[in-house]
Every structure is written in C-alpha cells, then in structure tokens.
C-alpha cells in the first residue's frame, strides 16, 4: 500500500514575476545601478510615506534618461508601479507613479503599451478616472475651493491619464476598442470637453485623444451625440466655429464622428451636419501661417495647429469619395491606377470605348472648356491671396455644388490656403512639413475627383467646379516645384503624385507652359538612376512597398495624361517615344515590371482611339505597331518571370497588360490607315 503523502511546510512564496535581476555586463551601467537606481527603488518599497514619494518624484525625473530607463525596466519597475504605487494613499506618489508609466510609454516603442495593456493597466486607468470624475463634480468643497496644489495634482493626473489613452489607442486597434468601450473613460473625456475647467495643456490632449478614439469608431460616435451627462457633441460644435487649437481639434473629432456615423453630404446629421461645416475653421487656421512658418501675430507656439488642420483636411480630401459613392457618382476608373482594362471581346474591337468616350466627352464640353478657360485666365490675373473669392465667383462652377456642399467649400475655402502653403518657402522642419502635409491634402482630393467619370456629360457640375481650380493647381503648386528642380526625392514623389491626379481630370488640356512632359522624362531617369544607387540593405524596404506607387510609375502616368488628345501633337510624339523606348532594347530590362505595365496601359489609352490626330501622325507614323508586336515575346517573360505567390498584384496585372497588349496589336492591324 502506498505510502500517504506528507503536507509540506512551505515558506511564502516570492513574487514569480519578481524574478532576480542580473547586474548589467557593462561597467558603466552596473555603476549606475548601484549608485542611483536601486537605492531609489528600494525607498520606492519603503514602509515610510514620504520615502516613497519622494522615491517616486525621483524615477519620474530620471526615467526620461535612456540609460536609467533601461535600468529601471530591468528591474521591473512597472511592476512596482502597477501595483504599489498607483494605490499609494499619497496623492503625490500616485501623481508621480502615472507620471513614470506616461514617459515609459512616450519613449519606449508600441510594445511597451501592448505590455501595459496585458498587465490590465485600463482597470487602474478607470480606478484614477473615477477619483477624478469624483473630485470634479464634487460639491463639498468644490474643485475650484481646493487648493491650488491639490488642483495641480489632479491635472498632473489627468493629463498622463489622456496620454496613456492615447498612446494605448494607438498602439493597437485591440486596445482602442476596449478603452472606446470602457464607459468611465469616456465619460472623463466627455467631460473635460465639454467643460472649460482644464487647463489648456489637458485640454487640447483631451481632444487629441479623442480624436484618436474617434476614427473609424461608430461606438464612440453614437456615446458622444447620445450623451445627455455632458453634451460634448453640442460643445465642440460650437468649439469648432471659433480659431485656435481648440477650434481645430474639435473639427479633428467631429470629422471623424462624421464620418463614423455616416453624415455625409447626401445625409447629414443634426442641423445639416456633415464635413462642409468644418472647412472654413481649418482655412482660418491655415490663414494664421506666413512665409516663415509662424503664425500671423509672431508666435510660433501653436505652429503646430496648422500641421493638425493639413491632416484634417487631407482626411477630409479622402473621405469624400464615400459622399460621392453614397451619391451613386460613378467612378471613371479603378481607385487603384490609371489602368486600362483592355477589350471584352478580340473580335469586336471596332472601337476602343474608354478612348472614344473621353474623345466625346471632349467634344461635348468644347463650349464649357471655353468658358473654362478664360475663367482660368482671369484667376491667373488675380494675386494668389484672391483665389477663394475666385473660385466662389460666377463661372467658376462652385455655385452648381449645392447638393455637394464639402466639395464647394473645399474649393472655395481649403483650395486656396493649400495651394498657397505647398509653395511656401522651406527654412526649418516645421515649414518643410507645413509644405508636405499641403501636398498631401491636395493629392487627396484631387485623386477622389480624378477617379470620378466625366465623359458624356456626367459629373458635369462637378467638372465645371474642377476644372478651372485644377489649372490653377497646375500652374501655383505642380509647376514651381518642377522648375524648382529639388533634389528632394519625397517631394518629387508627392508632386507627380497630384500632377497625375490633376493631368487626368484635365484630360490631355493641361497647361503646357514650360514643357512639363520633358521635366517628367528627366525625373523619370533621374529617379531610375538614383534607384540603381541605392545599397542593398534595402532590398527588403523596397520589395514591401506596392510597386504601384513608386515614382517611376507615377512619372509614367503623368506623361501619358499629358499626352492625350486634344494635348499638341509634338507633347504625344515625345512622350509616345519615350514610352516606346520603355519597351524596346536595353529600356525593358532595366525597367521594373510595374513601369513597363504602366506605360503599355498609358499606350492603350493615348493610341486606342484611331479617330484622334495623334494615331496617324504619330503612332503609325513612328511604326508604334511594329515595336509592340516585337515587345509581345518580352512581356511574355516578364510576366512569367513574376512570382504568384510573393507578388500576387504585380503577376495579376501584368497579365493582364499582356492580354491587352495582344488585343490591341490585333486591333490596330484591323484599324491601319489606308
């Protein structure tokens, strides 16, 4: 028979997460351990009240020290913090314990908000919100009757409360929806933006993040319009029509719950709501910004607001495309790029319908086009600082907006500030970023215009709107920067990004002042060049990145836009032998796969049409058929050169473009002038 088993007598256990600590390899660091790291942290676990707080002060002093900071996580101060500070009876310990985690989780990466999510931080976040939420509200004595110290702690409380939630939020979408669903958190935020007892500071981080938990959050959008408690919805309203960082912030949120709940333009919210009422604040915010930087009084201490207004307005720019699907605007093409998705049927290519329509569209609009132009020549007249009296005035189109009233305000109100502001003059971090997010919030927009379909008449209120504003972006933001001739590679990008965007829209009518074509074909080969440069370190970087949106890619699509019909026959002959020596000798080798895709595409597209001047003159001219009949062979490979698995997009498209490219030789042989 077995032997019954004897209970052990065990000591207490130590703490398993409280794991012995090795001291540090290096010399220098074991030192500093010794000296400065854990005394402070042995005072932090002292049985002595002021020991611990003045413990605490100290490590949230020194935690912004890397070397301290990495010390101090070895030692699992976090740990500590969690569960012995925070629920310090001093209020100062607990000030200075948030304080420690909010400067952890500034400086160290996403993980470490991802650790603190794990160690169920959001219950201590909702304990100390509660406490707040409490002090706040109370009655006996009221917060405005505690001393200032005691006032000050609060804050300091609550502003790394909002920090932490913000960070948390942003670190994975996880998280964001469990702080959204936690119903004390945002009755703190709601309450603090609705209210005016904050100081700015703890404000403006409120609105910050809530503009965060906003995004994409219909759960947050419904809690913030249902709230009775507070009403904050109805205060940033009223918030978002002043000037300054609240103002902006609040339109940030309100753009946002907007576009959660769906207020768009074809169904607004409360009172009309929808992102029209939102453009003219952040156009005043930009109005503060001059050619140094600074805002308009000289101060530069809320530069920043303008950066957050640009961001805003790109999203804005973005987001319409959702009023116009909900508005049943047919899109003119894929989202994606400017593709042409070939012939349904080989034997019935009489006529290439994408290149007849827009070639129908041109003739329908020839009056409007007129009219277009001597619009666009008297914008060119005015100053610059004109431009949203402008574009609001008679001719213009803006006027034809009204069931669209975001894109009337966008043109009216942003357009202007943005095309002022992409041309500022770059002297420190804050202007280039100034520049970039400008060129960001026009690229936007004009690519959810440009995908718009125009031809027979369609969109033709829109068209008429665009249509002069796109020349002017041309002419004030597209064509500076090129004749500027940056080396700057990242602006390069951006600014044929829109070019392409606005080149489409105008449909071979771009302004061609300055051959722009020609700056496109250098770019292109200078890109190229550059590319060859790169080390192959790399690699990697380059093979996660759609190919697709590469500048050489870009360059290719705006050189086929420029080249369109009704464009000069001498801009489509240059262009149409450039885009031939993509595809012919040493240019295909070297090319990467997605260039020859898109130039072929753009091929399809200037040449599909054997009504306009430019197939004669130029593409039977040039003997265009034969390069491309002896390219077929070439694309073959290439295409089956292209690996499924890693680079599913790129085999699928090119493909495709082989397809078409074999229906188009056929096509054209069928079409030969006689």
Known sequence: MGKARRNRVRANRADPIAKPVKPPSDPELAKLRESKILPVLKDLKSPDPKSRTAAAGAIANIVQDAKCRKLLLREQVVHVVLTETLTDNSIDSRSAGWEILKVLAQEEEADFCVHLYRLDVLTAIEHAATTILETLTATEPAFSKLLKAQQRLVWDITGSLLTLLNLLALAREEILNAIVANHTALRLLFRLASTDVAPQEVYEEALSCLMTL???????????????????????????????????????????????????????????????????????????????????????????????????????????????????????????????????????????????????????????????????????????????RVTGGEGSGAGDLEDLPTLRELIQHAVPQLTRLSNIPVDSEETLSIQSRSLSALNNLAWTISCLEFANGENANIHGAWYPVAKKIWRKTVAPILEADSADLKLATQVTSLAWAVARTLNGETPTDGAPHRKFISLYLASKGQAQQQPEANEEDTEARDPFQGLGVKCIGVLGSLARDPAPLEVNREVGVFLMTLLSGEGASQAPAADIIEALNQLFDIYGDEEVPCDKEVFWKHDFLKHLEEFVPKMKALAKGIDKRTQGELRTRADEALLNLGRFVQYKKKHAPR
């Open 214 to 388: 906003s995004e994409d959050s219909l759960q947050l959008g419904q809690a913030m319009t249902n709230d009775q408690e507070t009403r904050c919805y109805d205060a940033l309203l009223k918030l978002s029509t002043g000037t300054g960082p609240r103002a902006v912030l609040s339109c940030g949120v309100l753009h946002n719950v907007f576009i959660s709940l769906q207020w768009l333009d074809y169904s607004p919210g409360k009172d009309g709501a929808c992102d029209a009422v939102l453009i003219a604040s952040l156009a005043r915010a930009l109005e503060q910004v001059t050619p140094n930087g600074t805002t308009a009084n000289g101060s530069s201490s809320h530069a920043g607001v303008a950066q957050v207004a640009l961001e805003i307005l790109a999203s804005i720019g973005t987001d319409f495309q959702q009023t116009l699907e909900k508005g049943n605007r047919a899109p003119a093409e894929p989202s994606k790029a400017d593709e042409w998705n070939g012939f349904e049927d080989a034997d019935a290519m009489d006529v290439d319908q994408g290149s007849d329509a827009d070639a129908e569209g041109g003739k329908a609009r020839e009056d409007d086009d007129a009219e277009g132009e001597a619009d666009d020549d008297s914008i060119d007249s005015d100053i610059e600082s004109d431009m949203d």
